[in-house]
């Protein structure tokens, strides 16, 4: 048993459903929180670990970081003194948000604007694909 399963919450069992044919038998364990755990066997336990709920519960946990606006909106970018300098700043935190969400640097995008002399995050977009918000959806 791994790490990720034994940190997973229990749910209870609704069903065991046989898939497959001969010699590549899968037992799919449907969960009461909808999600599935497959399995070489049919388990007699009625409650198994569901990794998948762990799993988005991390996810929650990233999304909320992103969601609060503390870490991005509105925060100052230090300017340097020579112009091509700058412009690599908004590509870097586009890069950054990138890897955390798993998805291209070019499906992000970061809007700044000038305030005084500062150049702060007005906004930012995150252009998700079905198979990522299938993804990062968790099922």
């Known amino acids: 048993m791994t790490t990720e399963h034994r940190r997973s919450?229990?749910?209870k069992v609704e069903s065991i459903e046989r898939v497959g044919g001969w010699g590549s038998v899968r037992y799919i364990h449907r969960l009461e929180c909808g999600h599935a755990e497959s399995r070489p066997r049919a388990s007699s336990a009625p409650k198994l670990a569901c990794v998948t709920c762990l799993r988005v519960e991390n996810l929650d946990r990233e999304m909320k970081k992103f969601g609060s606006g503390e870490e991005i909106v509105g925060h100052p970018i230090d300017?340097?003194?020579q112009p091509g300098n700058n412009?690599?700043?908004p590509d870097r935190l586009a890069a950054t948000i990138?890897?955390?969400f798993g998805v291209p640097v070019e499906?992000?995008?970061?809007?700044t604007e000038f305030v005084g002399?500062?150049?702060e995050v007005a906004s930012g977009w995150v252009f998700l694909s079905a198979?990522?918000?299938?993804r990062?959806?968790?099922?």
């Open 87 to 89: 412009d690599a700043l």
């Open 79 to 81: 300017i340097d003194d």
């Open 9 to 11: 919450p229990r749910r």
């Open 136 to 139: 990062l959806g968790g099922k």
């Open 131 to 134: 198979s990522d918000v299938h």
């Open 98 to 100: 990138a890897l955390r």
């Open 107 to 111: 499906a992000v995008g970061i809007n």
């Open 117 to 119: 002399n500062r150049l």
